[in-house]
């Protein structure tokens, strides 16, 4: 498989090859985000919104990646970094967006609360900020909805300047896959000037199932598709117009057939292609996407049978 105009995206390592390890997630992969975190000697990795935020020293990342000192259920799954954006409230003695998007935010008695969700955050409550968690400094206490932290920085801020309100917007997407002996072929795209998945916007009345479903038949041209099961969501927010859209992909495992694919050049989609699993994750073009694939892969490739 070739990747065009992509040999920069490629990752250190033999062959472009990332090293196994439990959980699905790769040992390079989550040493570069701890390497990348500058909160001091301990690095808290955001995850899923049920799950906590776990402290590991960045010296003992590798260590904690291959299971010692915890099982395959607990110290692997924890350390699956999945990037969500979390939202906060503007109050006293935040007087306003312009005022927070200089200083950041921050409270005295028991930190800022953070919602884990739009969804989460209370009716009338306005203005609603997004913050990219990977800015932030570690939580100080969680709940089921929300997680406080002793302050939010301004380079923690995604829709102040100039203020924009956030929208849900929801989308849902496929990973097609073609079982091999010992891997997993998948079927991607290239969009953009990037590698990605197939992918698009839920219409007005329609199922998200539905909504991937179309979406994949449309963007690689085919009619034979099956959905085997729901692979969970990303989350990522982007600018549009006067609005912060924060778009939460569900992705599901799909099955095909067919083997002649059509780009959908009304989308800007340039080729359809197929890749192994290594390969395609080294030249995605999104980090949601390479995290994304860490966290889903054991179950692909359980499913499909490799």
């Known amino acids: 498989m070739q990747f065009p105009n992509q040999a920069n995206r490629m990752p250190t390592g033999p062959q472009g090859m990332l090293p196994r390890v439990r ?20 690095a808290y990795v955001y995850v899923l919104p049920n799950w906590p935020a ?33 939202f906060a409230s503007v109050s006293a003695p935040d007087a306003s967006v ?23 955050v209370p009716d009338g409550t306005d203005p609603v900020l997004v913050v990219d968690p990977r800015a932030l400094p570690a939580p100080s206490a969680e709940t089921e909805a929300a997680v406080r932290v002793p302050s939010v920085p301004p380079a923690a801020l995604r829709n102040v300047a100039p203020y924009r309100p956030p929208a ?19 079927l991607v795209i290239f969009r953009r000037g990037v ?6 916007t839920q219409d007005p009345g329609e199922s998200i199932e539905a909504c991937a479903r179309r979406e994949v038949q449309e963007e690689v041209g085919i009619e034979s598709l099956r959905v085997v099961r729901g692979l969970g969501t990303t989350q990522h927010g982007y600018p549009d117009g006067t609005r912060y859209a924060v778009k939460t992909t569900h992705w599901y495992l799909m099955r095909t057939p067919e083997r002649a694919f059509e780009p959908d050049r009304r989308e800007g989609i340039r080729r359809v292609t ?7 994750r080294a030249h995605m073009g999104y980090d949601t996407l390479r995290q994304h694939m860490d ?3 054991g179950t692909v490739r359980a499913a499909l049978g490799t």
């Open 23 to 42: 959980g699905g997630i790769t040992a390079e992969r989550a040493a570069e985000f701890v390497s990348g975190a500058k909160q001091g000697p301990t």
């Open 54 to 86: 776990v402290p590991y020293p960045r010296r003992n990342v590798h260590t904690a990646l291959e299971g010692q000192g915890g099982g395959h259920g607990t110290m692997a799954r924890s350390l699956c970094v999945v990037y969500m954006l979390l």
């Open 98 to 120: 312009s005022a927070v998007a200089e200083r950041g935010l921050s409270a005295s008695n028991g930190g800022v609360r953070l919602w884990k969700t739009l969804g989460a």
């Open 168 to 186: 849900p917007v929801a989308a849902g997407g496929g990973y097609v896959g073609c079982p091999l002996p010992n891997d997993v072929v998948l």
């Open 195 to 200: 590698w990605d998945l197939p992918k698009g």
């Open 274 to 280: 197929r890749g192994r699993w290594a390969v395609a």
């Open 295 to 297: 966290r889903v892969e």
